[in-house]
């Protein structure tokens, strides 16, 4: 683990226009700075980055966050990998703290791997380019596939001489250790001798998402009936073949962009595909997809696009993995390229534009696919035909995320209909594969947790006026996050000479009854905690960059400001100024230097009006909190009344009515609001 020493250093040091800005071109408008969003395709620019609050905002797609976040979306990073992304651009030394010795001993074996594989990695493409037998052999080959230098470069493609011992020597000679070099898969023992793995032949690095050097595919290029046609790296610390997709590092901002990753087989498709300009694209390796490999897709986009050849081995892979694709809730599309081709000859044959429109026109519905295959080798025969509508009741059970209901009931529909069997019949027996998975499962629980879930399932039952409906027709969740909001801009300010903003507003807010999102609940309590323990540290900047990434992300929502100044804001500026254009357009800045000097007094008391009702806003939020408990209190109590009760019970309700009425009454009193009776 990074620790916390590395991690305050590197938020002492961020500059989010600074990190922002290498990847996205940014141009000052007022106080915030505008660019083309890099997370979807527009012409005119919506992004916005705040310098002051440490955030950006696309006012097109929605997308928020800090400067942490914006490297870990923009570059599929997970959070220690962006924070060492920073650490590097800043210069920052990384400390790092380990729980136990063997920890510590398997992540310097990793990092370990990582340099020796980098320079691996360097010396092949050394070979390549600047030896006689690598341009010769190694770079002749990779021309005669069709593809150019640059991308053979992109792709950091290489070649291992025939020598025997060719890197053996160099790496020793570097003083790299020969057991890790073994491990790496780089070279091997042979009778009491250390030798080069991977002589003649080209060599394809397999990079990480981030851009690391996993391991190596070399493929032979002789014809040798004893030898295999590609060698792979062995499974270590850092490469595990069920969890890498090749070319993920060179594809994951196209996918994102596409919204739909495309999947092919090998490296040679990837790399053709990339050249041809169709960069959401990966390779499974020829493999079967692994669960971990589609998390991995997931995490890009939820689209998966399989591009296999239509030959029987080709269907038959392309099969394979389906039912976990639709456990992870993706949406699965599948291509079979015609002719004995597969992706890399069919692009190089009919071009890039024919390719993709081909891609785009043969899309087929995996599960009607693998239905239709299933039919046509099922043919006459009745009981090969019962087993296919058991198979695809098992397959459509897959899809058993909440939000993909409606998906499932359409499969229900659409199949039953193929199969020419009864809708009903089909949804019965998904239902039955449901409730024996669910079954098995259970069956492996603790006794506790299926017996929780039991409990929560009951409470799930809707009744005439259960809680879950009462929260959903009252909660009223934008005031709750109005007052977490004030807390986090104005908290530490004060609010009298006694107490600071946010010691009024926990005064004022004791029980945590008053509000029902648990986010802010927490988001209040860790401010509470850290004014008591280390008031020093308290800052917006704390949350935006917190630890619990949920809080972070509350914060930046709630920081979060218009695009535009408010339509009230600009109606008194501009009756007050005779200025009537946007705030944020460049010539408000030229006008605000002339009026400054015409009518400074006037400009000031407007540009400082958020500053001056600080008090106000917060006694305000606070007040509608209060108002709002006590017109649910007032509900609950009015629903009570309607029951049956004893005279005395009455009694007390309609005291308890009285009394609340009044606390309304002094409530809206304060605020200015009228009460109908």
Same mark, same amino acid.
């Given at each position: 683990m990074i620790s916390q020493n590395t991690i305050q250093q590197i938020l002492g040091r961020l500059d989010i226009i600074d990190v922002i800005g290498s990847f996205v071109k940014l141009k000052k408008r007022g106080a915030n700075y505008l660019g083309l969003c890099p997370f979807h395709n527009e012409k005119t620019p919506s992004f916005t980055v705040s310098p002051s609050k440490e955030i950006y905002k696309c006012f097109g797609c929605g997308r928020s966050g800090n400067t942490i976040s914006f490297i870990m979306e923009h570059e599929k990073y997970s959070y220690a990998e962006t924070l060492k992304w920073l650490a590097n651009k800043y210069g920052i030394e990384i400390e790092e703290t380990y729980q136990n010795d063997e920890q510590r001993q398997v992540q310097q074996a990793a990092d370990s791997l990582y340099i020796i594989n980098n320079f691996a990695r360097e010396f092949f493409t050394k070979m390549l380019f600047e030896t006689e037998e690598g341009q010769d052999i190694g770079l002749a080959y990779f021309k005669e596939r069709g593809f150019r230098e640059d991308i053979i470069q992109k792709f950091q493609l290489?070649?291992?001489?025939?020598?025997?011992?060719?890197?053996?020597?160099?790496?020793?000679?570097?003083?790299?250790?020969?057991?890790?070099?073994?491990?790496?898969?780089?070279?091997?023992?042979?009778?009491?001798?250390l030798v080069d793995n991977y002589r003649g032949r080209v060599i394809f690095p397999v990079h990480n998402h981030s851009g690391k050097v996993l391991g190596f595919g070399a493929r032979i290029l002789k014809s040798n009936d004893k030898a295999p046609k590609y060698i792979n790296t062995p499974e270590n610390e850092i490469y595990i073949k069920s969890k890498i997709l090749?070319?993920?590092?060179?594809?994951?901002?196209?996918?994102?962009?596409?919204?739909e990753c495309l999947l092919v087989e090998g490296y040679t498709d990837v790399i053709s595909l990339h050249q041809a300009g169709i960069e959401n694209v990966v390779a499974s390796g020829g493999t079967s997809l692994t669960p971990d490999q589609l998390r991995l897709v997931k995490k890009y986009s939820n689209n998966l696009t399989i591009i296999y050849d239509g030959d029987a081995a080709g269907v038959k892979a392309a099969l394979r993995g389906l039912d976990?694709?639709?456990?992870?809730?993706?949406?699965?599309?599948?291509?079979?390229?015609?002719?004995?081709?597969?992706?890399?000859?069919?692009?190089?044959?009919?071009?890039?534009?024919?390719?993709?429109?081909?891609?785009?026109?043969?899309?087929?519905?995996?599960?009607?696919?693998q239905l239709e295959v299933a039919l046509k080798d099922a043919g006459n025969d009745s009981v090969k035909k019962a087993e296919v509508v058991n198979r695809m009741a098992e397959t459509i059970s897959r899809i058993n995320k909440a939000e993909d209901f409606t998906k499932q009931q359409d499969y229900i529909k659409q199949c039953s209909q193929v199969l020419k069997i009864d809708e009903g019949g089909l949804h019965t027996l998904v239902n039955k594969f449901i409730r024996d998975r669910i079954s098995t499962q259970e069956r492996r629980q603790p006794f506790g947790e299926a017996r929780l879930q039991e409990e929560n399932a009951r409470r799930g039952e809707v009744t005439d006026y259960d809680e879950a409906t009462f929260s959903l027709l009252f909660k009223d969740e934008l005031q709750e996050k109005e007052v977490a909001r004030i807390l986090l801009e104005h908290g530490i300010k004060r609010f009298d000479d006694s107490r600071? @903003?946010?010691?009024?507003? =926990?005064?004022?807010?004791? #029980?945590?009854? $008053?509000?029902?999102?648990?986010?802010?609940?927490?988001?209040?309590?860790?401010?509470?905690?850290?004014?008591?323990?280390?008031?020093?540290? @308290?800052?917006?900047?704390? =949350?935006?960059?917190?630890? #619990?990434?949920? $809080?972070?992300?509350?914060?930046?929502?709630?920081?979060?400001?218009?695009?535009?100044?408010?339509?009230?804001?600009?109606?008194?500026?501009s009756q007050a100024t005779?200025?009537?254009?946007?705030?944020?357009?460049?010539?408000?800045?030229?006008f605000i230097q002339t009026l400054a000097h015409e009518n400074q007094e006037k400009l000031m008391s407007y540009l400082k009006m958020d500053e001056d009702k600080t008090n106000v806003e917060v006694e305000s939020a606070v007040n509608y909190l209060k108002l709002r408990k006590i017109r649910r209190m007032l509900l609950e109590n009015q629903l009570d009344l309607e029951k049956q009760h004893t005279t005395e019970e009455n009694s007390m309700l309609y005291q308890t009515h009285e009394h609340l009425k009044k606390m309304e009454m002094e409530l809206t009193r304060k605020m200015g609001t009228v009460v109908i009776r």
């Open positions: 290489g070649y291992s001489p025939e020598q025997r011992d060719a890197f053996t020597k160099e790496a020793i000679a570097r003083q790299y250790n020969s057991d890790l070099l073994i491990k790496a898969g780089l070279i091997a023992n042979r009778n009491d001798q090749y070319g993920s590092y060179f594809a994951r901002q196209a996918i994102d962009k596409a919204d976990l694709a639709l456990e992870e809730g993706l949406n699965v599309k599948l291509v079979l390229i015609p002719d004995k081709e597969d992706p890399d000859s069919y692009v190089h044959k009919v071009g890039a534009f024919a390719f993709a429109e081909f891609v785009q026109k043969n899309k087929k519905d995996f599960i009607l696919f600071l @903003v946010a010691e009024y507003i =926990f005064d004022e807010i004791v #029980d945590e009854s $008053l509000i029902d999102n648990p986010d802010v609940i927490r988001l209040m309590n860790a401010f509470k905690e850290l004014i008591r323990q280390d008031p020093g540290t @308290v800052s917006k900047n704390y =949350f935006i960059y917190h630890p #619990d990434a949920k $809080l972070g992300a509350l914060a930046v929502s709630l920081l979060n400001v218009p695009y535009e100044e408010s339509e009230h804001w600009r109606r008194e500026f005779g200025y009537q254009k946007n705030l944020f357009e460049q010539p408000y800045e030229d």
